[in-house]
């Protein structure tokens, strides 16, 4: 199994939690397949543990990552308990010890190693200083430049564009953008990232005035692809498109 290739044009392509759909979501696996293809950044998403270690994962428990077999909320958890924790490859066996619940670090590592844009996704609301940590680590490594932040959480934008004037950051919905929600992303600088069937010409048009961009998600469907690259938008978030 492999990736299916589209005519991309210039859209940057984004691989959906790695590639998730050739190895299981959010692991070193799928960080080392995006990493060794053709996509512009890896998308992912990262939570904090109760010993305030910064993970990657999804959900807020293991529950669908392991098919059930370990249900452990992350954040109420210790990183060391997460890291016990063998994942299921995509068959459902457990065979790989190297699919495991891996650190920010190991994410950022990768994407360094491949050249490729960290797409990170700030999962739930975090204080101030929690944001701050999570640049460190980003900052120890020499590749903040190479970040691009995205979250549901309008506060968690607004607080990475106070501390971070320049940076690229991405308000994630799956709704329609409202007017009040434009005017608030054109007045402090912030992209979109979409959930891609609410998209429409008009308001990629306007955010591209304003000098924003516009992300979406999650795009399988090879026509659904061609018609976002068609309407303009800069980037397509997928777990298997290439």
């Known amino acids: 199994m492999d990736t299916i290739k589209i005519e991309k044009g210039t859209v940057k392509m984004v691989a959906h939690r790695g590639a998730s759909g050739l190895e299981r979501e959010n692991t070193v696996p799928a960080?080392?397949?995006?990493?060794?293809?053709?996509?512009?950044?890896?998308?992912?998403?990262?939570?904090?543990?109760?010993?305030?270690?910064?993970?990657?994962?999804?959900?807020?428990?293991?529950s669908r990552v392991t098919r059930g077999a370990v249900n452990i909320n992350v954040e109420e958890s210790s990183y060391d308990v997460l890291r016990d924790i063998v994942l299921p490859?995509?068959?459902?066996?457990?065979?790989?010890q190297d699919i495991r619940i891996p650190l920010l670090a190991e994410y950022i590592h990768i994407c360094k190693k491949y050249e490729k844009v960290c797409v990170l996704e700030l999962k739930n609301p975090f204080s101030r200083?929690?944001?701050?940590?999570?640049?460190?680590?980003?900052?120890?490594?020499?590749?903040?430049?190479?970040?691009?932040?995205?979250?549901?959480?309008?506060?968690?934008?607004?607080?990475?564009?106070?501390?971070?004037?320049?940076?690229?950051?991405?308000?994630?919905?799956?709704?329609?953008?409202?007017?009040?929600?434009?005017?608030?992303?054109?007045?402090?600088?912030?992209?979109?990232?979409?959930?891609?069937?609410?998209?429409?010409?008009?308001?990629?048009?306007?955010?591209?005035?304003?000098?924003?961009?516009?992300?979406?998600?999650?795009?399988?469907?090879?026509?659904?692809?061609?018609?976002?690259?068609a309407m303009g938008v800069d980037y397509i978030t997928s777990n298997i498109l290439e």
């Open 89 to 96: 490859d995509k068959d459902g066996t457990t065979v790989r």
């Open 31 to 62: 960080f080392l397949a995006a990493g060794n293809r053709s996509y512009f950044g890896v998308e992912t998403d990262v939570h904090k543990t109760a010993d305030g270690r910064y993970v990657i994962i999804h959900d807020e428990t293991t």
């Open 129 to 229: 200083q929690e944001i701050r940590d999570i640049v460190a680590i980003i900052r120890e490594y020499g590749y903040l430049e190479k970040v691009i932040f995205i979250s549901f959480s309008m506060e968690n934008c607004l607080i990475l564009r106070e501390l971070l004037p320049k940076q690229p950051v991405q308000w994630l919905t799956k709704d329609e953008l409202t007017k009040e929600q434009e005017e608030i992303l054109c007045s402090r600088r912030l992209g979109l990232d979409s959930y891609y069937p609410v998209l429409n010409r008009g308001v990629i048009e306007r955010l591209h005035a304003a000098g924003l961009e516009v992300n979406c998600w999650t795009v399988d469907d090879p026509q659904w692809a061609a018609d976002l690259i």
